[in-house]
């Protein structure tokens, strides 16, 4: 490692918690972190709930953190929006992550000749909201995803996520989204912003080489792989970048907070 690392982006699940409890070292590491004065922020994809949300289930899991240390999907798109087209209107398919953020933005929902299609996740996609968003987008509305996995987890195995669910009313439509989670840079430039630091002294922690890696390092960003979550060792060897350097999970990074 050549560059000194003074603020900290981390992804939230499969990295700090595992289906809902904390992974070993995770509280220490953000102790460490909080007890050092260093601006971190923890990123993810859920466009579910609101930060509100995800701190409280943090906090059960034996990490505590205060909500403007959490920077979701839903956050990172209704400040795109908000920058892109100021006090304008969607038709959002999601749950109150997405719903609440665009509110607070000052974004009007309405199914009447929107600006933006806003797709986000929930766990009750319905098939009259995908043919709204559909007929909409063909209108001329704008086409935006909160992020682009395709299936997300549960204690059942795999659910259908916004990725997926994006694909469908891509080949009804012709049109694709633009997906401003997680990899795209947009987020991590959101997430340096929010917390007042660059790029040059900032280190990304995830556990997907997809998504946390591939945008951190797009980014700019110091890069550690950890193998608590969906990326094995021998997965890293097939992709054509790599992070700069793998460690077993967050307890291996407490020494550098």
Known sequence: MTRPIESWLTDMDGVLVHEGHAIPGAPEFITALRDAGRPFLVLTNNSIFTARDLRARLATGGIDLPEESIWTSALATAQFLHDQVPGGSAYAIGEAGLTTALYEVGYTLTESDPDYVVLGETRTYSFEAITKAIRLIQGGARFIATNPDTTG?????????????????????GRSPYYVGKPNPVLFRSALNRIGAHSETTAMVGDRMDTDVVGGLEAGLETFLVLTGSTTPDEVE???????????SIADLIALA
Do not use: H, K, Q
């Open 153 to 173: 987890p549960s204690l059942d195995g795999p659910l259908p996520a916004t990725g997926a669910v994006a694909a469908l009313i891509t080949a009804a439509t």
């Open 238 to 248: 097939t992709y054509p970048f790599r992070p700069s350097r793998v460690v077993n």
